[in-house]
């Protein structure tokens, strides 16, 4: 008797985790990744290979709130209960990942491909001792940030403009013109908060903007000269690239949701 063909349901996921422990989104041979973790709760929800598909991906140490993820499942199994799908993927997972939201989408949505703009935001801990509680949570700078001097340099990269300057080397885009809608940053206590969204972004690019964004918060660089080297578009004139584990992929816009909408919903 030939084998019944099994109905798909395409679902999209906000995926949360904590970027310290893993090396990337992207699954890899051995290196501990995201994406294997997740298609390893897939398997055992589904007892078939599933492949993920995310909107972005994200460096070693990188976390994220809401990284919007897609794949095929079974369609009966989805209709059940779409929480009690929710929460099995959940029981499969190491601690260091969450779904915090699901939904369904049509046949051919691409989380990457259909995806309008993305959002990061990076915590820098300005005080002068380093914290026990955000030690793998925030960028540590323990000199006083001119916080004002920062935010008109940020100003400087709000538009569609060729971010070169702050393009890795191992960048593989075919260019590097960008528009940034957002860059804002912001101060409660000893955090600052850097927000910033666009339409996609380089290779290390925000770690690189927060690399200048510090210089100037330290009166190594003032705002005009950060402007001066954006339009010099050479990257070995910035400042050396921020770490990894500051930085959280916090958002994905798509036509009709965005990842953060699903937080808390099925």
Known sequence: MADVEIQKQRIAMAIEFDGRVFHGWQ?????????AELQA????VEGETVVTVAAGRTDSGVHAEALLVHADVSSARWQRSHLA??????SRLP???RVVGVRAVKADFHARFDCRGRTYRYLISNRNTLSALHRWRYFWVPRALN???????????IGRHDFSSLRASGCQAAHAIRTMSKVDVSRDGFAISIEVAGDGFLYHMVRNLVGNLVEVGLGKQTPEQFRELLAQQDRSRGAATAPAHGLYFIDALYDDFSASDL???S
């Open 85 to 90: 799908y929710l929460h099995g993927l959940n």
């Open 27 to 35: 699954q890899q041979d051995n290196a501990t990744s995201v994406q």
């Open 263 to 265: 937080i808390g919903k």
């Open 41 to 44: 709760a897939l398997l055992a």
């Open 95 to 97: 601690d260091s990942i």
């Open 147 to 157: 916080l004002e001097a920062m935010q008109e340099a940020a100003a400087h990269c």
